[in-house]
């Protein structure tokens, strides 16, 4: 056997973070999930997983974002490797090597990008051959956003955020993330968005014009004037300090500010790589922030780094 026949010794996969440009909410369904229209996009923020053949299952988080990270089997990444050694019929057992950079629980999909990283990495280590409409499709029965973090870019979200079509964006954009201490629950902002809205009516989510032109254009400052997020007041509303943090950015002069997702990071968009480094440096000194992240994006999706062959 050549070595380029034999499976890898180890697989590293690279996967973004997420930011929702626009995140359309619905009323809860049937099932429990709100209906979602939503543009996601990817940014070059990165967790990196490491997947080995092992005599048994295992996990391991390491990086400067792993604190609270769990390492048993509820962990996303665990539940995907499991999930896809069901479906593709393998019955062998990997450690999980989790290097963090994405902040936990920060609406920013980090549990869900280790989710899709591990799938990607395991379908190379196994050599499953699933397609990609086989991957998508476990992707989806683990999170609502494990799917497009295996394609990263920027794409349309519906359904409960699983269905994913194309969008036509252009441009690439300057980010400043200011994160915050304490992570937020998903599950309970969508709760306090329901609470908020009380009885009110609620339409079905579609996106807007005003996005699409905007990604149509590549311009950032139409972009920025776009972001909308249905989950900002509910994030807000239990984790007041998010209004100040909001404030703040944008008074630094960044072109738009959005809670991230369900939060409690906060996304602003600069005009260029300088002015988001200025921006960091403002909402660093200001205190109103205890830590900031600069990225880009759109950023690729879940892609192998190393696959090194014994031999
Ligand atoms: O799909 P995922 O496991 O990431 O969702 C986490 C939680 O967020 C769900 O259990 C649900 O409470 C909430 N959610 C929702 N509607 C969505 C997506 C998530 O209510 N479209």
Known sequence: MTSAALPPSSVTVRVPAKVNLELLVGAP??????PLS??????????EVTVMSAPEWGLAVSGPQSFGVPV?????????AQKLAEVAGIDEAVHLTIRKDIPVAGGMAGGSADAAATL???????????????????????GSDVP?????????????GERLAPVLARGSYHWVFALSEAGL?????????????????????SPS????????????????????????????????????????????????GIVSGSGPTVAFLAESNEAALDLAVSL????????????????????????????
């Open 29 to 34: 369904r049937g099932d429990g999930y709100h």
């Open 284 to 311: 660093t000194a200001s205190g109103a922030v205890q830590d900031v992240r600069r990225a880009t994006g759109p950023a690729h999706g879940a892609h192998v780094i190393s696959a090194p062959r014994p031999g």
């Open 38 to 47: 939503t543009i996601f996009h990817a940014v070059n923020l990165f967790d």
């Open 120 to 142: 990607v990495a395991c379908d190379v280590l196994w050599g499953t051959g699933l397609s990609r409409p086989e991957l998508e499709e476990i992707a989806a029965g683990l």
């Open 185 to 205: 629950s998903t599950p309970a902002v969508y709760a306090e968005c329901d609470r908020l809205r009380g009885d009110r009516a609620v339409p079905d989510p």
């Open 72 to 80: 048993d089997g509820t962990n996303l990444a665990a539940r995907a």
């Open 209 to 256: 014009a005003e996005m699409m032109t905007a990604l149509r254009s590549g311009d950032a400052r139409a972009l920025g004037a776009a972001l909308s997020n249905d989950l900002q007041a509910a994030a807000i509303s239990l984790m007041p300090a998010l209004g100040d943090v909001l404030d703040a950015g944008l008074e630094f002069g960044a072109l738009g």
């Open 148 to 160: 497009f973090l295996l394609g990263g870019g920027t794409a349309m979200g519906s359904g409960r």
